[in-house]
């Protein structure tokens, strides 16, 4: 991130925290003071979301899409230009070297993805071409990710965006799942694609970094949104009037994922996790099992065909006000409610978690799961603030 956008989120009050590898990590907002308030721009109204952790990788040539095609999970062959689809790069043995979305574009492709796989996964990618004519470029650093998080996601671009092509309608955003275009606000030409959270509405904006600060007031603006507002006679009613939308950092977006059951990767799983351990979704999500053969491709199709994962990536429920910390083991269900230690063995490890306030605070969590644990309903033991706590299996989805 630049020092330029960070002075800007911290004049709006962000509390800045790392977020990556402990010797090198980027600072993102944690909070802007006001939780309760972010968390409800996300679900009822619009919040604003500075991502300093996306990476873009940029690939140019000819052979480009039969290139990739032979090295990701996804059907690249399949797809057009303008189309955007989830996938993941594995090694040779199946597992995840990345998760990415795929931006296929007619003059240029971008892998967009974790900034820290991008020197891996350049070096991986750059190694597999002999011949052919692509060529790889890391764009991070000219391209600041936002992203529009809350129902009025699309108002809010609408206010101060213009399609490269016509006029852009709020119904012109809400259609376009699946696919990435071009927007232009002021000078700068935008790159914009539809990334819901859950069933809440959200975009991704790729912007021109010499221009992140501008288009990230002129969003908070455009939201009706005032820094250090004097609350006077009409200060009510001009909030009302507007989208009430903010800036929110991840505290409140942490939790509103967890809610709509989007697993990151590098947290709920990793370089170790096979592609059908990494929740319900995300094999539909990022795997073809129609295509030819692609780097890891062997190793899906076995486990596809003949086995299942020994582990799975599941939802946790618990009760109200009881948050278990990442990193906790999760036990065997002991019905000894006066046990102070779990009797049973370890079946799974929490990797998030939060407290719902869709959910009446209800304890939520994501945990990987021992196979034959896994199953929603299944009864498990969590130890919370010193004490076991009953929880019980579900899908990664909870709400909103």
């Not at 004519?133 to 992203?147: G, K």
């Not at 950092?249 to 989007?262: D, F, L, P």
């Not at 539909?284 to 582990?311: F, I, Y």
């Amino acid at each position: 991130m630049s020092v330029y956008m960070q002075a800007h989120l911290e004049q709006l009050g962000a509390e800045m925290i790392g977020y990556g590898p402990e010797d090198s990590p980027v600072v993102l907002a944690d909070s802007f003071g006001r939780f309760e308030a972010e968390y409800a721009a996300i679900r009822r109204h619009v919040g604003v979301l500075h991502l300093p952790q996306a990476g873009l990788i940029k690939l140019t040539g000819e052979d480009t899409k039969p290139f990739l095609h032979n090295m990701l999970s996804q059907d690249i062959n399949t797809m057009t230009g303008g189309q955007t689809r989830r996938t993941f790069l594995l090694d040779a043995e199946g597992h995840v070297l990345a998760d990415a979305f795929l931006h296929l574009g007619d003059a240029s492709t971008w892998l967009e993805l974790d900034r820290f796989d991008i020197g891996k996964v350049i070096k991986l990618l750059g190694s597999r071409l002999f011949a052919e004519d692509v060529t790889l470029e890391e764009i991070s650093e000219s391209r600041t990710t936002l992203a529009l998080l809350g129902p009025a996601s699309a108002q809010l671009l609408a206010k101060i965006a213009t399609h490269t092509v016509g006029s852009m309608s709020t119904d012109d955003i809400v259609s376009m799942a699946g696919t990435t275009h071009v927007v232009k606000i002021d000078d700068a030409l935008v790159s914009v694609c539809r990334r819901d959270l859950g069933q809440t509405l959200g975009l991704r904006l790729f912007v021109p970094s010499d221009h992140a600060e501008a288009i990230h007031q002129q969003l908070l603006d455009a939201a009706g949104y005032e820094a250090n507002a004097e609350v006077d006679a009409d200060f009510g009613e001009r909030r009302r009037d507007s989208l009430r939308g903010r800036p929110v950092g991840w505290s409140a977006y942490n939790t509103a994922r967890i809610e709509s059951g989007q697993a990151i990767y590098h947290i709920d799983f990793g370089p170790d996790s096979l592609p059908a351990e990494a929740g319900e979704d995300a094999f539909e999500d990022a795997v073809s099992l129609t295509k030819g053969c692609w780097l890891g491709q062997e190793a899906v199709a076995r486990m596809h065909n003949l086995s299942h994962p020994k582990r799975l990536l599941v939802g946790l429920k618990l009760p109200a006000n009881a948050l278990p910390i990442a990193g906790s083991q999760v036990f065997e269900h002991d019905e000894d409610k006066r046990a102070k230690a779990p009797r049973g063995g370890q079946v799974g490890g929490i990797t998030s978690s939060t407290l719902s306030p869709l959910l009446g605070r209800a304890g939520l969590a994501f945990a990987v799961m021992k196979w034959g644990r896994h199953k929603p309903g299944t009864k498990v033991a969590v130890p919370v603030e010193g004490e076991m706590v009953e929880a019980e299996v579900s899908g990664l989805y909870f709400a909103g």
